[in-house]
């Protein structure tokens, strides 16, 4: 079936180390990518996303993702992280095939030790 | 501006019951979506609102679940003969239009605990 896939379930960094949650996904053609974020307590919210154009994207709060056709994957990083990036992140597509729906991959747990 | 709001933000019921849970979207918002999230897993999609008609409804996992938009603005998710299996929190999000580049803007959940 298409889906996204997140292999990291929970990924333990202490400030300043760099990150990178990976995301692939499995649909042909052309597919929109997205990154969000669930801070403790708070809403989904958008980190960023990508529909064409310059394949290396940059969100809110220093992340960037990269898009890599030939590997089916949208990789989200960020080179120092914070305690306060401690959160779920989620990756999510919309296929383009006229669909509106989110499908979303498992999310990742990312703990940031101080 | 207000966000997507979400009511109840938490409901317990019990096997068999009926429930209604609320979304009101940002203000001028036309799309509309319902998705369901369980525990340790991503939000998977229920059902999208363009306006006041279900523009897609795939994702509603039986015929116990319905959602309206009558004045295409607040939306209610019905669930019916609620099952221990129904329990998850339900998000909904709101775009300014259907455009796949449109952001979508999700509320707080409504944390359903079917007993």
């Known amino acids: 079936a298409q889906s996204v896939s997140q292999h990291n379930h929970h990924v333990i960094l202490s400030e300043a180390a760099s990150l990178e949650l990976g995301c692939n996904y499995s649909?042909?053609?052309?597919?929109?990518l997205f990154w969000y974020v669930q801070y403790p307590g708070q809403h989904l919210q958008l980190l960023l996303k990508?529909?064409?154009?310059?394949?290396l994207v940059k969100g809110i709060k220093g992340f960037e993702a990269e898009f890599i056709k030939s590997k089916f994957s949208f990789n989200l990083r960020k080179p120092s992280v914070q305690w306060s990036d401690t959160a779920e992140y989620f990756c999510?597509?919309?296929?383009?095939?006229?669909?509106?729906?989110?499908?979303f991959g498992q999310g990742t747990r990312l703990t940031i030790n101080p | 501006g207000a966000g997507v709001s979400q009511t109840p933000s938490n409901k317990v019921t019990e096997k068999g019951k009926y429930v209604e849970l609320r979304c009101d979207p940002i203000?001028?918002?036309?799309?509309l979506y319902w998705y369901r999230q369980s525990l340790g897993q991503g939000p998977e999609f229920l059902i999208y609102?363009?306006?006041?008609?279900?523009?897609?409804d795939s994702g509603l996992p039986n015929d116990r679940f319905f959602a309206v938009r009558p004045e295409g603005s607040v939306s209610t998710l019905k669930i019916q003969r609620t099952e221990r299996g129904d329990s998850a929190v339900y998000l909904c999000?709101?775009?300014?239009?259907?455009?796949?580049?449109?952001?979508?803007?999700f509320g707080p959940g409504t944390r359903l605990l079917v007993l």
């Open positions: 609102f363009q306006g006041t008609g279900a523009a897609d």
């Open positions: 203000s001028g918002h036309t799309a």
């Open positions: 999000a709101s775009s300014l239009t259907r455009g796949r580049g449109e952001t979508q803007y």
């Open positions: 649909y042909g053609g052309t597919v929109n």
């Open positions: 999510a597509a919309i296929p383009d095939q006229g669909a509106q729906k989110l499908v």
């Open positions: 990508y529909f064409s154009g310059d394949p």
